[in-house]
């Protein structure tokens, strides 16, 4: 298919929405999202959505933080890692131990973020030293055992972790002061508490982290990375310190996810090992790539749309008052399915990577050409 | 272009998947708005009126545990034939259940507990497993739902201490206690547990520890895996700590190695127990014969099938409606749901307050025997455990092995 086999009419009614889309400035689409986002639990409080959808908005955002973290190792540097949701544990676990009843700690919450931050990006660290050498499927295999063995290591490692009873009554956050005990009913304004409050802290700490990301990307720093996922060679002799700039990548995205993990310790209150499966690995890489690699705002939208894919069908399901909740999971994988085909790309692709996925288009082509490079050395460049 | 035109029909897929999701939503609110029409008009009580109050089965239906799941349903769906429409006040109240997965896992288990709360039901039965159970109880608890579980048997359940959870199966750690006091009753004065690394026996072996450990009883603790084929190393350990007594919380296989290795090594003497993981016929066999098994002991939690006084007439209905075996625990759902309506009926209300305070002062008689919850933590005994009548921790039924087979001990 392409622009050439369609009709002069249609064409020019498609190229004037997708020229009236593409004139949107960038800021304004920043602009609506961030406002449907944070509208979004008015209508709760308005009766027009329920709560559990204020629980699945926070475990969204969330799992926006885990693949916006895994968005820099596998979208920019190109390193798969089958075995991301080890970090998140590590993060989740150290909240865990540092504001529960197991060891009766009580830290303040911003302490404990940044342990647990700190205790991933560690983890990270020591994971990237024998790691980085490898590349492709072998990077996955030893990723994949990396996320294996530290969810075996937390089922037997019962006098920290309770093995598999997990930890539970995790303190909910207060900002400065000690946490407070979980069950004991006392409000606050500065304690978060609820679904509606948990919802806000995450979704500040998207937008913030989005924001450093999209800098991040567009830094030195980032570029570097996509010069070494597109070719290891090339950037090393551009004078590109390759495993500085990898193993900063993978500890950045480790950090990410440990910051995460505390988020999620603390919203979920209790922790065990059956929140760290590789399966949810596999699902944070499916959020990355059907979200469009590399692409930020298509990483946000791909992590918001499976994890609450099951749930819009079980809401459907509910209308139509059937078993057919039971079959959410089998719509969701079809649906996944049907997207890597007809998608490949991502929801919201990057613009490298949607050159790699499909035939470019000529008008998209013009557009890149007058943005990118100088006239006639660019269109050389990407008719090849 | 045909691929355009797949790309057509999907696009219309999707935007029905999408039309029909909102329309989910739209009628899950409007249902509320009807309902809260429903409890106006409950003031003023018309004779003949009926009533339809929504109770939630909390399960999973899919990920690791179907067939657990399944039965869990089977059990609470049996009851609703037989408590689901019952008389209070002249009113005729009809129980539509409300069936939501949660896929055995943590995360997706405190939406479906919010999805309860947010669909207004009065109880809930469930949820399935240890795991997921966890991060619902903070969620029942905070708006104020009973939660009756027929399965989730972990000794640390709630550990919170929340006042909306319930049970009507048996604490695993219930037993380990039973089987420290026996190991007592029996003389012991040194005693070795050993568990198989599982999160059943590793709780009873720690309960029965503790039990031991504050008699003053000197213990020494092994362990192996599921599965294992040579226990020397830990036999040898055994030998070289010289107990009065063994005993073994994992299942039955690796009980059988064990003592038939100690038996191998010379300590036919040492009395050797365990939990209902072990109380097998296949037991005998797996010792390597009938004289290695002689005298093992074996506890079991609450009353075995056969002893439980409706066992009978509920495995015939069960087969009658679902053509098949009884699956794992739906008695102790289809108690759940039993005993979920007896405390609607004495609390003579639908409102859920008064629901948690007569499950507390409940005594129902069900298919596993006639019981109420611990209002309390007692010992091995955690807040809102089954409490069977005739049954104490120290008191479950006792099982050993005679010529080949296991009777009672008492």
Known sequence: MGATQTTPVREASRSGLQDVLARVPRWAWWTISIAIAAGFPLLNLAGVVETAWLRVGVVSLIFVLLSLGLNIVMGETGLLNLGYIAFFAFGSYTTALLSSPKFEIRWPFLAVVVVSTLVAMVAGFLISLPTLRLRGDYLAIVTLAFGEIVRLTIINLVPLTNGPNGVTGIYSPRLFADAKPALEGVQAWFIIDKPIEYYYLVLVCVIVLAVLLTNLKNSRVGRAWNALREDELAAISSGITAVRAKMLSVVLSAGIAGFAGALFAYYSNVISPESFLFMQSVIVVCMVVLGGMGSIPGVILGAIVLQALPQLIREAAGAARSDFEVYRMLIYGILIVVMVIFRPEGLLPDKIFRREAHEVDPRELEMTRQSLFDLEEGQKDLEV | ?410
Not at chain 2, 67 to 74: C, P, Q, R
Not at chain 2, 163 to 189: H, I, P, S, Y
Not at chain 2, 282 to 291: I, M
Not at chain 2, 293 to 319: L, R, S
Request: hydrophobic share 40%.
């Open chain 2, 1 to 410: 272009m045909v691929q355009e035109r797949i790309r057509k029909a999907l696009a219309l897929m999707l935007a029905a998947a999408l039309a029909l999701s909102m329309f989910g939503l739209t009628g899950c609110a409007a249902d509320d708005g009807g309902e809260t029409d429903g409890e106006t008009t409950d003031g003023e009580t018309t004779g003949g009126e009926v009533q339809t109050i929504k109770i939630g089965v909390q399960t999973a239906l899919t990920g690791p545990l179907p067939d657990y799941g399944l039965a869990a349903k089977n059990g609470v769906e049996l009851a609703l034939e037989d408590f689901g429409t019952f008389e209070m006040d002249g009113t005729t109240y009809e129980v539509e259940l409300v069936v939501l997965d949660d896929k055995a896992e943590p995360t997706e288990s405190a939406v479906v507990a919010q999805t309860m709360a947010d669909e207004g039901v009065v109880g809930v039965i469930g949820s399935l497993t240890t795991g997921a159970t966890l991060s619902a109880i903070p969620i029942y608890f905070e708006n104020r739902i009973p939660q009756i579980s027929g399965s989730v048997t972990g000794p640390k359940a709630n550990e919170t201490g929340a006042d909306t959870f319930f049970r009507t199966c048996w604490n695993d750690a219930v037993q380990g206690e039973a089987l420290g006091v026996w190991a007592m009753e029996l003389g012991a004065k040194k005693v070795v547990l050993m568990d198989d690394n599982g999160a059943y026996a590793v709780g009873l072996a720690d309960v029965a520890e503790a039990t031991l450990k504050a008699e003053g009883v000197e213990t020494l603790r092994q362990n192996c895996q599921s599965g294992d084929k040579d226990l020397s190393a830990q036999v040898a350990n055994i030998k070289e700590f010289g107990p009065d007594a063994v005993i073994f919380t994992g299942y039955h296989p690796e009980a059988g190695l064990l003592r038939k290795q100690m038996v191998e090594a010379g300590m036919a003497d040492v009395i050797f127990m365990g939990g209902d993981g072990i109380r097998s016929a296949e037991l005998v066999a797996q010792t390597g014969g009938e004289a290695n098994a002689e005298g093992i002991y074996a506890t079991f939690g609450g009353f075995p099938e056969e002893q439980q006084p409706g066992y009978a007439a509920f495995a015939a209905k069960y087969q009658e409606k679902y053509g098949e075996e009884v699956g794992p625990y739906a008695q102790n759902n289809y108690d759940a749901f039993g005993a979920l309506i007896e405390a609607i009926k004495q609390a003579g209300s639908t409102d859920t307050e008064d629901i948690i305070a007569a499950l507390q002062d409940l005594t129902y008689e069900g298919v596993t025997g006639t019981f109420g919850f611990a209002t309390e933590a007692a010992g091995a005994v955690a807040k809102g455990d089954i409490v069977v009548e005739g049954l104490t921790p120290a008191n479950v039924p006792r099982y050993v092995v005679k010529d080949g087979v296991w009777v009672s001990a008492e």
